[in-house]
């Protein structure tokens, strides 16, 4: 909340809006109160109440405010408020800091700071409490002090100060001699010195008659300097003291340094890029700085220049007669100087040409400016000033919030919310400042939060007092840029704000009907960043701009945006299962942010088509979960005209669909009975059902697209392969149909289980031969899930090799799915480290995903390896029940060769269990419901082993034979 006492007694919420306080002396209580925020106050200074009547309006203020400000202390009462949210306590600080800068010889950021804090008073101070009688004269005091402080700082810049009331200040106040040496040396300056010598004349009389006594030593050395025509210019002023290190920057500096002889250097980049600091620090002590961010016209160019190279007072006032720019050019000749020019967007032209004629005039000059844009002028050189990169940023903000929270490290348990916050922020360094001054009442989870939700401009706006206003504040530091552009520029910037992730020439004119020549105007203002052909905004511009957007214009640019997205979506949906996919994964995927945004904003039917129509970009790219529950969002409503969208949606929601939405796909499915306009969608919804469950669609939605067709083989040879008919040939003749089409999502699939079917048989050369293939084809486009399943079974026949290096390698590589956690535990178990099988099972099964339609499979293949590692411990009966387990989860699926797997795990428990020959009839079985023997198998091996030892080999045959002509079911 915010509190107001310089005035009448004002009280407002977070949101801006007032709240009553009614009563005289509740008031009286809580002025009391604030003059002492967060600091206990005893009774008998709260109004000499007796106790029940101080209760009572305590009572009567508590009901007014939130709860819990007032709180009561023992002794006393005290209100529980930061004291920066009282007025008054701002301005005591800001005159403080003021009178500070003041001193250290930071005159414009004196001014700046002094008046904010001036212009906090609004009227009689401590209006509410009329027995403060001395509070309110030391406060009148102070007040008075800070106007002074205000017009010293003020009249050592090129403008000066205000004559007109610092005259009106002098006849108010006719003792005060620093506000008399003031008046007689802004008069000076104006060239009005008779009336300034007159003003001391006025004085000495008055001192004499009303006093006895005289003016004092320092007015009486102002006087003297006026008559002698001294006007004890200022020195040249160098570059700010920086009050903290340089951080991230050292490949800047390094550029710099190389640039030596360059004439002219300009640092260009967005607000709070930290183009001054480097400016300071490249620049060294031996410069002259002027800071033009005060100046309002062209005018003003000249003038401020000429005051930092301490030339004011040599005639260079806006009434001085000279031309200011000539006398720039006099006193810069024959000089070796380095001037640095600060904020040079503010006056851009004035400043190009004022450049151009003193570097033509003294050819020992240099000058290093900071701007917004470049300059444009000849021979100029540019240094970006960016974002920070992610480990400079994060090194900056924990320097920051080490300052404001003393013992702040980032460490394991912070590190990706400072990560998070610094990306946030667009890795911009007074944002990160801005970011780490909050520790001081955030939590970092709880500011990564708040960032998150795209609350920029209320969590950082609370900055370093004695910056300039336009470096307070995150929405300071935006506005500034922003009311520097045109209204043409200022139209496009705000449309532009609706791209997420940024946009192409053609895409911006399509949307905002912004051309490129606005564009690169943007770019040239640092409000848009132009690389590759792409126009993208830094966040915290982008949700300034959006923010000038009126809800109905966002509401009709969301369309807008949503209905060329979809355009490009249909677009490149036929050329993704061509040869040129990879190009145009390419395109969708430099626009995958705004894909998703579109999703999001559309209306519900261009949502269900956008999805739809990506279908091929979310599963050849690997991006299908990050769409899943935007599918599931879309799911109720009407479905008439939309069948095949609304499958879709439904395959996309993976888990996330309930069991009604999936009955219902199924029965839409089972009624079409036209080719798909998106024929992925076939494929999607083919892959989303374990093989045998779901309706068989009808031929005619994958008529005429060789594509689907040859997906449609692909699927049958599969169910061949998995079903004990593992033929390559027919594969061979899918693959170089997919060959033909050049498209390499269908020749991966098909090399994958080409290598799968080699695997089997022992030819593991080969086998690798064709996952290498494989895996290229999945990298290529990105497919990280479908990349994974090879690794990982190119990993489970490294264990049967006897490879275990191999395979833990490439169940590291995979990214981590419940098959590579199967990988590491079976290496692990092999390895004899049973603990950690254990935990990576564990992991196994706590990423299986319901819904997806390997789970099954997978399931089971978990459940028998802790069966295994059971056995391994010596748990029978527990291994006795995984099995079981395993064997009653596969059948929800029951494909022979998974059928195999888990019967191969169930002879080796016959063996330990003292049963070798129904362990041979199950291994007999494995083998005719797989259609091969699995060369190498580790498990088997041992279990064959065994019972070969148990038996005899005569009688094992003779069981073996028995599994191979028997049926499943039976053998177990």
């Not at 930290?274 to 003003?300: N, Y």
């Not at 099954?856 to 028998?864: F, H, I, M, P």
């Not at 295994?868 to 029951?894: C, I, M, N, S, Y």
């Amino acid at each position: 909340m915010r509190f107001s006492i310089l005035g009448p007694l004002e009280v407002h919420d977070d949101a801006g809006n007032a709240v009553a306080v009614a009563g005289p002396k509740p008031r009286a209580l809580l002025v009391r109160l604030l003059l002492s925020a967060g600091r206990v106050v005893p009774f008998e200074r709260l109004g000499g109440e007796t106790p029940n009547a101080l209760q009572a309006q305590v009572s009567r203020l508590r009901r007014a405010l939130p709860g819990g400000l007032v709180e009561f202390a023992g002794a006393g009462y005290r209100i529980a408020i930061d004291p920066d949210d009282v007025d008054v306590h701002r301005f005591e600080r800001g005159a403080a800091d003021g009178r500070r800068l003041l001193a250290l010889g930071e005159c414009r950021a004196a001014a700046a700071v002094l008046r904010a804090a001036l212009d906090l008073w609004r009227g009689p101070v401590l209006a509410d409490l009329p027995e403060a009688a001395a509070q309110v004269v030391r406060l009148e005091e102070a007040r008075l002090a800070a106007v002074e402080d205000l017009v010293e700082a003020e009249l050592a810049l090129p403008a000066g100060t205000a004559i007109g009331p610092l005259r009106r200040l002098v006849a108010e106040h006719p003792f005060r001699e620093r506000l008399r040496g003031q008046l007689m040396r802004a008069l000076h300056a104006a060239g009005r010195t008779a009336e300034a010598l007159g003003e001391f004349d006025d004085l000495r009389r008055l001192l004499a008659a009303e006093l006895g006594t005289d003016p004092s030593t320092a007015l009486r050395a102002v006087h003297l300097r006026l008559l002698q025509g001294e006007t004890a210019p200022p020195a040249r002023r160098g570059p700010p003291a920086p009050l903290t290190r340089l951080i991230g920057r050292a490949a800047q500096l390094q550029r710099l340094a190389a640039l030596g002889p360059a004439r002219l250097v300009t640092l260009v980049g967005p607000g709070g890029a930290g183009k001054t600091r480097l400016a300071v620090e490249a620049a060294g002590p031996g410069a002259c700085f002027a800071d033009l961010s005060a100046v309002e016209d062209a005018a003003g160019v000249p003038l401020e220049v000429a005051a930092a190279l301490g030339l004011r007072d040599g005639g260079l006032a806006p009434a001085a007669a000279d031309d200011p720019v000539r006398r720039l050019e006099s006193a810069l000749a024959g000089q070796e100087l380095l001037l640095v020019l600060d904020n040079c967007e503010q006056a851009l032209d004035a400043v190009a040409g004022l450049v151009r004629t003193l570097l033509g005039a003294g050819p020992g000059l240099r000058v290093l400016a900071t701007s917004r844009e470049p300059l444009g002028l000849t021979g100029e050189v540019l240094v970006p000033v960016g974002p920070l990169p992610p480990e400079p940023a994060l090194a900056l903000f924990a320097e920051r919030a080490a300052a404001v929270r003393p013992g702040f490290t980032v460490g394991a348990g912070n590190a990706e919310a400072v990560r998070q916050v610094c990306a946030l922020v667009d890795g911009l360094p007074l944002a990160i400042e801005l970011a780490a001054a909050r520790l001081r009442q955030l939590d970092i989870h709880a500011l990564a939060a708040r960032l998150a939700q795209h609350e920029h401009f209320a969590v950082l706006s609370r900055g370093d007092r004695t910056a300039a206003d336009r470096h307070r504040t995150l929405h300071a530091v935006v506005d500034w840029s922003w009311r520097l552009l045109s209204d043409e520029e200022r139209t496009a910037a705000g449309r532009l704000s609706v791209f997420a992730g940024g946009a192409t020439g053609p895409a911006a004119l399509a949307v905002c009907g912004a051309g490129e020549e606005v564009l690169i105007d943007l770019a040239d203002r640092s409000l848009v960043v132009a690389r590759d052909g792409r126009y993208r905004m830094l966040e915290t511009i982008l949700l300034f701009c959006r923010g000038r957007l009126s809800a109905a214009e966002q509401a009709r640019l969301q369309q807008a945006h949503a209905a060329y997205f979809l355009r490009l979506a249909c677009t490149a949906d036929g050329f993704l299962r061509r040869a040129e996919q990879l190009d145009w994964l390419a395109v969708l995927a430099a626009d995958h942010d705004n894909l998703i945004a579109a999703v999001r904003h559309a209306d519900r039917p261009t949502a269900m088509r956008l999805i739809t129509a990506l279908a091929a970009y979310w599963w050849l790219s690997g991006r299908r979960r990050e769409v899943a529950p935007l599918a599931a969002a879309l799911l109720d409503g009407p479905v008439e005209g939309l069948e095949e969208e609304y499958v879709s949606c439904v395959v996309h929601a993976e888990s996330l669909a309930p069991p009604a939405h999936r009955a219902h796909a199924d029965a839409v499915v089972a009624a079409l009975d036209r080719p798909l306009r998106h024929p992925f969608g076939a494929a999607v919804w083919g892959m989303s059902r374990a093989p045998g469950t779901g309706p068989d669609p009808s031929p005619a939605i994958l008529a005429g697209d060789p594509w689907n067709e040859a997906l449609q083989d692909l699927g049958l040879e599969l169910l061949q392969v998995l079903g004990g008919h593992p033929a390559e040939a027919r594969l061979q003749d899918v693959h170089a149909r997919f060959l033909a089409l050049g498209e390499r999502w269908g020749i991966g699939q098909c090399q994958d289980w080409l290598a799968q079917v080699a695997s089997w048989r022992g030819d593991h050369a080969l086998a690798h031969e064709r996952w290498a293939v494989s895996v290229g084809c999945f990298d290529e486009l990105g497919a990280a899930l479908e990349a994974a399943d090879v690794l990982c079974r190119r990993g489970f026949d490294s264990i049967r090799q006897g490879a275990l290096p191999a395979a833990e390698a490439d169940f590291r590589r995979a990214i981590p799915t419940p098959a590579s956690a199967l990988g590491l535990a079976e290496v692990a178990r092999l390895r004899g480290d049973l603990p950690l099988a254990a935990a990576e099972l564990e992991r196994a099964a706590a990423e299986i995903r319901p819904g997806d339609p390997a789970s099954v499979y997978v399931r089971a293949s978990v459940l028998t390896a802790r069966a295994r590692l059971a056995e391994a411990g010596h748990r029978l009966d527990d291994a006795a029940r995984l099995h079981e387990d395993a064997w009653t989860a596969v059948q929800r699926a029951p494909l022979p060769a998974n059928l195999a797997d888990v019967l191969e795990g169930r002879a080796g428990h016959a063996l330990l269990t003292g049963r070798p020959r129904a362990a041979a009839v199950l291994l007999g079985r494995a083998v005719a419901l797989r259609g091969t023997a699995v060369a190498g198998d580790p498990d088997v091996a041992a279990t064959a082993a065994g019972v070969t030892a148990a038996l005899g080999p005569s009688a094992f045959a003779d069981a073996y034979a028995e599994g191979l002509r028997g049926d499943a079911q039976n053998s177990v």
